[in-house]
């Protein structure tokens, strides 16, 4: 039985616009229940110190105030995490980072909770901190946590770079520097916890990651998973920001509900959200490159160190995806590289739309420029000379059996932009006017989905009723990104039904199995093939039941145009409602649920290579940009940027995740940088840490390339990330080509421009 | 924060309160600076009078070669006003850069003043305009010069008994040029980081007078007295211009905070004042 | 010190006794069920509070509650009677949104500037909505929208 899949490849209206346009979605801040309190967090009042005391009573006195708990207030495990359990909801006997809770109060109204935090006494012993990460990896360096400030160490190897460096003409070696930067959705993090009759705990509020914060809540409130739910509001943005710092919240709102049985509302303001919720990485990286003078690469030598903060959070996976990544889309025979991830008294870092890629991307693709301008080469030529191509084999030993498209997409958007004429022509131009034109690209290669991380698996349920509408479930997360519409166009084409005859019903941890998180840019190829798999059955279900009616066997029967039909024969048809009854009344269960689970891939963790991703997708994005170099102001005129998706099963949803990945990267390359001092925040609201407007983001060229895939649902793989990993350093490079200056370090802001430095700060303290 | 809140229904009322004493009353306009310091803690004030009710407040009006700005006109009208346009363009230019089109729908230009932030974008363009500020009191009205009513850091000469009403300058004249530049780090929303304006009377080519203010770059709004006595007398030849630059540099003597570095601030002053004067040689 | 304010909001003669240190964002939000306006910085950094007063854009979050006592107070909800508004029309059409926490506001700053301007251009446009932050976007699509609805009036 076969589906009708015309609505694969359209841009049918969201699901979700209506409510989104009128404002009647529903976000975390607008929920309210009967007797609800607001708590408010005591936050730690240095970066590292040891808690001596804590008096609560004054605060408890307060009129209005239901309780206050501290860490001996928890009933489970006094931390969490998904990879070392070392995150502390509420601190115990240390504070590692000014975003560290001591005390959590609630209270009838924030304002009283607000009052009753500051009338709690915390007496501490502070401890010295360590606020750069190759600080924190000295021998006498502070110690953050009890086995030490080393998370992680990961390395590839592949030959011997020994051999590589001897080989080389030339040995080139940079250093450069990104920054900690922050997600800025703009909806900071809310939950409302309350206690359902039968006793089960329910967190509903803007999650990005269901299971990961039932797993969490459950540990440290000493529950059973089945006595959790985590139920998803509708999300303001997350970019992979709402995981771990939900799940401290959802700890610390759902503990004041199991001591006070009533609903509490716990919200971040910017200013918590800015000191409390984890950042992207900042990395040190330090790169050695061996090449001919033919411009063939011999051999790269990488050692990077990136600042974890206070809590491992994803640094162990963040920093083996730029392992797995650090060399970029390029044939190298000869690699040694090595990332450390260090504990600091900073802010902790975890997962950014990028995940430990648009670090080493800025890095090795402002390299390949710099290389290219040592050989006389042009930097897109150099590029296609050692790019990755079909069946080569990747820095950690991988041999690629996918369509590798790097070359492509460099060829489709150089050609798009006017590369060689633009190449040409704007140094020429420069030299008579004050703002210099500047064109750069950069081009990478990303692994799909978790990979080598872990199992990669998830489930959907389909449910057909009685009058032919459907109900479609999964445990994955809309975040904005058009997941629920792309999941509602599948079961849409596999049961030949318009897309509004499918309910996509809200994520909540009770109603499905444990999917994984929506992260690593898997929804659409790990989910989209659960969703399809669920549907097909779902289908088959219907066509079994019509089968006899239509007098033709299963296999001749399709699902199109709201009808079960024998395929060829449209007359031969009852209505899809028709069938489902029939079905129902038969007996059969019109409710399938599918499981998916990726394609098999390895990791020797010991040797530092493996197949480290089942599939991989290609990018390319150019910068042409205008610099002021008196003032240092760069405007991006115009991005061309071209993705292979595999294949775009919603256009509309793909270039809008193109212009929204574009768009963050231009802010990661110009503006951004969540400034801190000694484990200070210094950029506290809006204000300081300053995103684009709509007036610093030029023209957005989205270019889809599609080279279908065999283990993507209709030969999809995926868009969210790539988006985001390139932009900065095709700015860089566009930089240098207008103005012969190369900024190795991010952001680049106008004082970096002009004077070539960042700025210093004073230090002030403002908790 | 708790608060009172009283709605003044006329001048004269408002002056009356004023005159009552209450130190911890605070004046409220547009808000939009008033009430972040609000959440931020670093004010608590017991009672805020409202007079956005006051129509004496209100209004841009030309008479005898002098304009008066209502306190109470808010930034977007000034930077949609044909009037001004022709006739004050540096302020014109300074209040289209405030904050966001919301911002300035609801921030005022006497708001703007009182606050006294050093980087409040209108107020290098009121110095180079020249104008003076109406202080009026129960007790009777002052008339201060705007470089004489900021003394520091959101400091100014206003007393508690003190409405600030209005804000007068002479028109810009045939001759008259003028501009206002800002730098912020973002294109839009941004807070400067310096800015310069300037207003010059210019005949058969050369500068007969001139009057520079920097924004950001110390405590309060500077002038650069230096450089506009070197530019008095000569025209606007490119080597005078940059002999102008680097003079305004030179003096802009510019503090680092987190927004910039001195350094950065000092070269961009005189660049933004030779970046205004190329386009008026 | 309570004090009973009345206003418009999106048609409808409202009533409603504040503090006077209520912010106007949070009565919309908490006392009167107008949960458009977001939170999203409480210092007129994001624009995600916008409502239009009186037919301007202002910030929700930097006014007092009782400045709005007898004035008029329209949000995305009281866009339109029926349907949508051919804006909110084009938002859906162009993608302009994906987590939608910004689409009130800033279909609001929008509206404003086509009553003001109904043809504006590219830069006018980007300079209208330059107050509304949005982190999802790049804003391409919302101006390519507002641009839209500027191509099919008169």
Known sequence: MNSNPSIIGTSPKRVDAREKVTGSARYGQDLRMDGMLFARVKHAEYPHARIRSIKTARAKRLKGVAAVVTAADIPGNPAFGAIIIDNQPIAGDKVRYLGDAVAVVAAETEAIAERAVDLIEVKYEELPGVFDPREALKPDAPRIHEKGNLIVHHKTRKGDVGVGFGEADRIIERSYSTQRVEHA????????????????????????????????????????????????????????????????????AGLLSLKT?????????????????????????????????????????????????????????????????????????????DIYGAYTNNTYTGAFRGFGSPQITFAYESLMDEIAGELGMDPLQFRLKNVLRDNDVTATGQKLDHTVSVGEALEVTTRAAGWDEKRKKFPEENAGRIMKRG??????????????????????????????SVDLT?????????????????????????????????????????????????????????????????REKLGAAAAEKLGAPPAKIIASDEKIMVKGDPVRAVSFREAATMALDAGMNLSSFAWHVSPPIWWNEEEGRGDAYFTYVYGCQIAEVEVDPETGRVNVLEVWAAHDVGKAINPETVRGQICGGVATAIGYGLLEEVEMVDGVTKTMNLDEYLIPTAMDVGKIHAIILENEDKYGPYGAKCVAEPTAELCAAAIANAVCHATGKRIRDLPLNLERIVLGHKLVKKKRRVR | ??????????????????????????????????????QDKLISPGVLLDING????????????????????????IAADKLLREKALPLVESCGEVGSPQIRNRGTIGGNLVMASPSGDSIPALYVLGAEVSLKSRDGERVIPIEDFFTGVKKCVIRPDELLISITFPALGPDDRGFFKKLGQRKALAISKVSTAAVLTLRAGVVVSIRIALGAVGTTVLRAPRTEAFLTGKSLAPEVITEAARLCAEESRAITDIRSTGAYRDEMAGLLLARGLEKLA | MKKMITFTINGELRSVEVEPNDILLHILRDKLGVTSPKIGCERGDCGTCTILLNGKSVRSCLMLAVEADGQEIITVEGLSDDGLTPLQDAFIKHNSFQCGFCAPGMILAATELLEKNPHPTKGEVKEAIAGNLCRCTGYEPIIEAVLDVSSQSN
């Not at chain 2, 924060?1 to 547009?30: H, P, Q, T, V, W």
């Open chain 1, 185 to 252: 959705y703009i909806e900071t993090e809310v939950v409302v916890a309350y206690l359902d009759p039968d006793g089960t705990l329910v967190i509903k509020g803007s999650h990005q990651n269901l299971f990961n914060i039932r797993s969490a809540v459950a540990g440290v409130l000493g529950l059973p998973l089945s006595k959790v739910r985590i139920i998803q509001a509708s999300l303001g943005g997350s970019f992979g920001g709402k995981d771990d710092c939900m799940a401290v919240l959802g700890c610390r």
């Open chain 1, 261 to 337: 049985a009533r609903p509490i509302m716990l919200s971040n303001s910017r200013e918590d959200s800015l000191v409390e919720s984890y950042k992207r990485h900042p990395y040190f990286l330090d790169y050695k490159v061996g090449v001919k003078d033919d411009g063939t690469i011999t051999a790269m030598e990488i050692n990077i160190v990136a600042d974890g903060g206070a809590y491992a959070s994803m640094t162990q996976f963040v920093t083996w995806r730029s392992v797995v990544h650090a060399t970029g889309p390029y044939r190298v025979p000869h690699v040694k590289t």
């Open chain 1, 439 to 468: 064109i750069g690209l950069a081009c990478s290669y990303r692994g799909v989905a978790l990979g080598a991380e872990g199992v990669d698996a998830t489930g959907a349920i389909v449910r057909i009723h009685s009058d032919g």
């Open chain 1, 474 to 538: 999964t445990g994955l997360s809309e975040m904005g990104q058009g997941l629920k519409t792309i999941f509602s166009q599948i079961v849409a084409a596999e049961l030949g039904l318009p897309i509004e005859k499918i309910q996509y019903r809200e994520t909540d941890t009770s109603t499905i199995t444990d999917g994984g998180p929506t992260v690593a840019s898997r929804s659409t190829i790990i989910g989209g093939s659960a969703v399809r798999k669920a549907a097909i059955a779902a």
């Open chain 2, 1 to 38: 924060m708790k608060f009172n809140y009283r709605r003044a229904g006329s001048l004269k009322e408002a002056l009356e309160i004023l005159s009552e004493g209450d130190e911890s009353l605070k004046i409220l306009a547009g808000g939009t600076d008033l009430l972040v310091m609000i």
């Open chain 2, 54 to 77: 006051l129509e004496e407040l209100k209004g841009i009006e030309e008479s005898n070669g002098r304009i008066r700005l209502g306190a109470l006109v808010s930034h977007g009208q």
